[in-house]
């Protein structure tokens, strides 16, 4: 039935299960200011010790009431998600910034270098005909 319910509402139903939606309860309950022994309760958990004798499972009205403290609504955690991606898009687009100067800054020392690349070919060609100059001036001396 969760699968065939997942299904109708668009989601993949190979990646729901019933744990998923226990799971998902259990964080809206996590969210709620209501005490842990009604969360506990809630989620159909044996309270620990003694705290099970103190706690009053028959008075449905209190756990009516303190149940709907709970949010369900999307809405929230649509906001904090959308707040979220901003925040993120904005970071990704100062990485793009960043990128984009590092490879200028790259492109800058590749033509640096390649300039020097060029006039150290321009010196080496250039030796030949020196050094044949400093064996003539050698050689007048």
């Given at each position: 039935?969760?699968?065939?319910?997942?299904?109708?509402?668009?989601?993949?139903?190979?990646?729901?299960?019933?744990?998923?939606?226990?799971?998902?309860?259990?964080?809206?309950?996590?969210?709620?200011?209501?005490?842990?022994?009604?969360?506990?309760?809630?989620?159909?958990?044996?309270?620990?010790?003694?705290?099970?004798?103190?706690?009053?499972?028959?008075?449905?009205?209190?756990?009516?009431?303190?149940?709907?403290?709970?949010?369900?609504?999307?809405?929230?955690?649509?906001?904090?998600?959308?707040?979220?991606?901003?925040?993120?898009?904005?970071q990704i687009e100062r990485l793009r910034v960043d990128l984009a100067l590092a490879?200028?800054?790259?492109?800058?020392?590749?033509?640096?270098?390649?300039?020097?690349?060029?006039?150290?070919?321009?010196?080496?060609?250039?030796?030949?005909?020196?050094?044949?100059?400093?064996?003539?001036?050698?050689?007048?001396?």
């Amino acid at each position: 039935m969760v699968k065939r319910m997942a299904k109708r509402i668009g989601l993949d139903p190979r990646c729901i299960w019933t744990h998923t939606i226990r799971k998902s309860f259990r964080k809206v309950l996590n969210a709620s200011p209501m005490d842990e022994d009604t969360k506990e309760a809630l989620m159909g958990h044996r309270l620990p010790g003694s705290r099970e004798n103190y706690f009053d499972s028959h008075d449905l009205d209190e756990i009516a009431r303190k149940y709907m403290t709970a949010d369900f609504s999307a809405s929230k955690r649509t906001e904090d998600l959308q707040k979220d991606l901003e925040a993120r898009k904005a970071q990704i687009e100062r990485l793009r910034v960043d990128l984009a100067l590092a490879h200028s800054d790259r492109r800058m020392l590749e033509e640096q270098m390649a300039q020097r690349a060029k006039e150290i070919a321009e010196l080496r060609n250039e030796m030949p005909g020196l050094e044949q100059d400093l064996e003539c001036f050698r050689q007048q001396a």
